[in-house]
């Protein structure tokens, strides 16, 4: 399954956010495409994805914006004590 | 309402005992410390002082001051350069100082590199095998960012006949200088000093222009004794608040990446990137919560362009907070921000409706 996200035309933090709302619930293994003209996508995409954790297979530099391929995985989030 | 800056690694507030000295530096050197007569001789005088005073405190046989970090770097480079094959800087310097670099470089005639760092910061093995031989070397002992202190470059410096230039000013007083450099620049800012002195130091004496800027050199060395004598325990408590906090902010925020506050890190220093909010937001909220606190997200500086120091270790730009403590600060602040920015950042999740993120 793929899903393409266009975050084109706005700036950090959001295409980032797109990205995560995308990937919230689909099941591992779902191939996200993300287009962002933001260049500090650059560098917070592949971040992202070693943070979620997430596998970025492909960074395509298209005509004016870039094009991130994701695949999402099994995300093991740690119980959060509130303050 | 109490004010904490919590953005003192590069810069700290300035005393009011350093003000009054500098108002007395400032009548008593504003002449050309290189004119003939009375008046300006009193200014040599006062710049002499401060030097030989900054000399002995970190071990140099002789100190110069210049006006700023570019000035300075040009200077060590300049000196140092006869015998080299090339200059270089690591990715995770100062921008001024690898921009000062590849000019000072140029003026020699000589190539500047830029070395590749690892995901902590450090120069890597294999950017320092590859690097052409004998160089000059720039790069900071402790980074400003992310407190990572820069791997032991000695035995390198030794083995290939290269010059180590430390940019030291957010290291001094928080951590060891190690042997065997060439120069060490101290930015006098980093340790509440007045901005307009930066210190080259060098384990040789040389003859020099005179540059510097008199009133701010002429304090430089009173405000970092002062600071020193204060950093033993200043390190001490610096290194529990900031583990405290960080464990906090782990412990009370999801998605966030933490830099700084391991044992090998410098003590005060602490880079948290959150997800999925604007740094801009929370740096604004913080401040008028009485938090001042700096930022390397792209949404949160003038320029528009993320931090180079996170970018270089593959870090997360976004949602980006820098914290550099200052001395003297009791530990129920540190836990008070901490709690802030846990609050902070749940109400800036809130009104961008990624709490669910």
């Known amino acids: 399954m793929t899903i393409c996200v266009d975050a084109r035309g706005t700036r950090c933090p959001y295409p980032v956010i797109a990205l995560a709302r995308a990937a919230a619930d689909v099941p591992a293994g779902t191939v996200i495409e993300l287009l962002a003209d933001d260049p500090v996508s650059l560098t917070d ?17 298209e005509d004016g914006y870039w094009r991130f391929v994701v695949v999402t995985a099994v995300t093991v989030v740690a119980e959060v004590t509130e303050p | 309402m109490s004010r904490f800056v919590l953005d003192c690694a590069v810069s700290r507030p300035v005393s009011d005992r350093v003000a009054r000295w500098y108002a007395h530096a400032a009548q ?30 970190v071990g140099a046989r002789q100190v110069h001051f210049c006006p700023d970090i570019g000035a300075a770097v040009a200077a060590a480079v300049s000196e140092l350069r006869s015998g080299a094959v090339c200059v270089a800087t690591t ?20 190539p500047h590199h830029v070395l590749d760092v690892d995901a902590d910061g450090r120069v890597t093995e294999t950017a320092l095998n590859d690097l052409p031989t004998p160089a000059v070397l720039v790069t900071n ?17 030794r083995a290939t006949g290269s010059l180590v230039v430390l940019d030291a000013s957010a290291a001094f007083g928080w951590v ?46 009173a405000a970092a004794q002062q600071w020193l ?43 948290v ?19 001042a606190v700096g ?48 609050e902070v950042v749940a109400e800036v999740r809130a009104q961008m409706g990624t709490s669910d993120l």
């Open chain 1, 45 to 61: 995409v592949p971040a992202w994805c070693r943070m979620r954790p997430a596998e970025l297979r492909q960074t395509v530099d």
């Open chain 2, 28 to 57: 008593q050197g504003w002449a050309d410390p290189t004119a003939g007569y009375h008046e300006g001789k009193q200014a040599s005088m006062l710049l002499e002082q401060s030097a030989a005073a900054l000399a002995e405190a």
């Open chain 2, 91 to 110: 990715a995770v310097d100062a921008l001024r100082v690898i921009e000062a670099c590849g000019e000072a470089a140029a003026a020699g005639g000589l």
């Open chain 2, 141 to 157: 002992l402790a980074n400003q960012e992310i407190g990572t202190v820069q791997r032991d470059l000695t035995a390198w410096a």
């Open chain 2, 176 to 221: 060891d200088l190690p042997p065997g450099w060439s120069r060490v620049l101290l930015d006098a800012r980093a340790w509440g000093g007045v901005p307009g002195a930066v210190a080259v130091c060098s384990p040789i004496p040389l003859r020099r222009a005179v540059t510097a800027n008199v009133p701010a050199a002429a304090v430089a060395a």
């Open chain 2, 229 to 271: 004598s204060a950093a033993p325990s200043a390190r001490r408590s610096a290194r529990r608040q900031i583990a405290a906090l960080r464990e906090r902010l782990e412990r009370g925020i999801r998605g966030i990446e933490v830099r700084g506050g391991r044992p090998e890190d410098a003590p005060h220093i602490l880079s």
């Open chain 2, 273 to 291: 990137s959150v997800l999925y909010v604007d740094a801009e937001a929370l740096q604004t909220r913080l401040d008028s919560r009485g938090y």
């Open chain 2, 295 to 342: 930022s390397g997200s792209a949404c949160a500086s003038r320029h528009g362009q993320p931090s180079h120091v996170l970018a270089a270790v593959g870090g997360f730009t976004g949602g980006n907070l820098r914290v550099g403590l200052p001395p003297d600060l009791p530990d129920d602040v540190v836990a008070g921000f901490g709690v802030a920015l846990v």
